[in-house]
Each structure stands twice: as C-alpha cells, then as structure tokens.
C-alpha cells in the first residue's frame, strides 16, 4: 500500500464530506473535532446535554456557532451530513441516530471510522467484561520489540488522539467495549480476544443475550 497517497486519498474524500458528531465527550469528539479541523474536514456537533456542559470542551475550536446543536435533537440536524461518528458511550437507539440509519447515512464509532488507515497495520483488538485494560497494556508492551505499536480504545484515549503515531507504527493495540462493537461496518483485525463475558451495562442493554 502506498500509505502518502493513500492517507491524503482518505483524507480528500472526507473533505467532500460533512461529519455529525453525535456525543461530545473529551475522549472522542474533541480528539475528532481537533483532527478534522487540522484536516480541513467539515463537521458538525450534536450533543443532548446543555451548551454550558460541553463548553469548556470547544474551546480553541474554529467551528461555527451554528454547527453545534445541544438539548433536543431533532432529524433536521441530519441535514447536509453524509457520515456519523458516534461517541461510544451514546447508544445507536436514540431517535437522531435511528434516523441516520433510516436515511443510510453510515453511523460508525472511532475503530470503524478510522479503520482504513491502520488496514495495513498489525491490529489487535481485545475486549471482555473484565480484565480488557491490563491485557492491553500487556500486549503492547509484548510487541513494542517487533516495532512502533500505538495503544488507544476504550483504554483512555480515542485513536482520532494517535493518527499520526498509527500511520508510522508495526501494531494498533486497542481495548475495545462492547459499545465500540455494535454494527462494526469495517473493521477487521488481525487478532481478536475476548477474555470473559459475565452480565454488565444492564443499564445499556435489555438482557445479558443482548450484552
């Protein structure tokens, strides 16, 4: 793969675009929000909690006052936008996110958003109810001998935090939620684990089944 090209082909593409972040939390909407403006990416913001709870987070960011939607969210908000990056912790049910998926407007979450530029990495995904942090650390450090490795997931920070770092590094090691794994449209890694499954996050999912 000839990553320059490739990279400024992904990026070019996403120009052309207008990506809805839904859910503007540190980790992932401002890491995305920082990105997008380096890459002169249009977007816009949604967020269900009240403008004096995301706040402190737009600050130093160039995107219209117009652009951000707080409170209701409503479907005209899906006006003029062609993709969706969910924050992991909003769930897919919410009527905003329902009515992308009506439209087909793709409704992805950071590993899926960004999956084509770590393809041509080794990408290690770990996930489970308990013990996904310390395997991940682990694991990373196993590898760090065969080369750069990037860690990011749900360990702390967004992979939008380590584009630059994942385009130059051997291995992706990421922690991932069963929240990050809902309707995966691209991702594909090159190893998996899932290390225990016992019932959690009943408050996000109707029965164990579903978890």
């Not at 794994?181 to 959690?200: G, K, Q, V, Y």
């Amino acid at each position: 793969m000839d990553s320059p090209s490739f990279v400024e082909t992904f990026w070019a593409k996403l120009r052309r675009s207008t990506v809805l972040i839904v859910g503007f939390g540190e980790r992932t909407g401002r890491a995305a929000a920082e990105l997008f403006e380096r890459r002169d990416v249009p977007y816009r913001i949604s967020d269900a909690k009240p403008r004096s709870e995301i706040e402190p987070l737009l600050a130093g960011l160039r995107i219209d006052e117009e652009h951000v939607s707080c409170g209701v969210q409503s479907s005209e908000q899906l006006d003029g936008i062609t993709d969706v990056l969910l924050s992991p912790g909003v769930p897919r049910t919410i009527p905003l996110v329902q009515e992308a998926e009506r439209r087909r407007i793709p409704v992805r979450v950071d590993i899926d958003f960004l999956y084509e530029l770590m393809a041509d990495k080794g990408v290690v995904a770990i996930t489970g109810t308990d013990g996904k942090t310390t395997t991940t650390a682990l694991t990373g450090e196993l590898l760090r001998p065969q080369g750069p490795v990037v860690i990011a997931g749900n360990i702390g920070v967004s992979p939008f935090a380590k584009v630059d770092e994942i385009l130059t590094c051997r291995w992706v090691v990421l922690e991932v939620s069963s929240f990050m794994t809902e309707r995966l449209s691209r991702f594909r890694p090159t190893i998996s684990a899932i290390l225990n499954i016992a019932e959690d996050h009943i408050d996000r999912y109707d029965c164990a089944e579903d978890y």
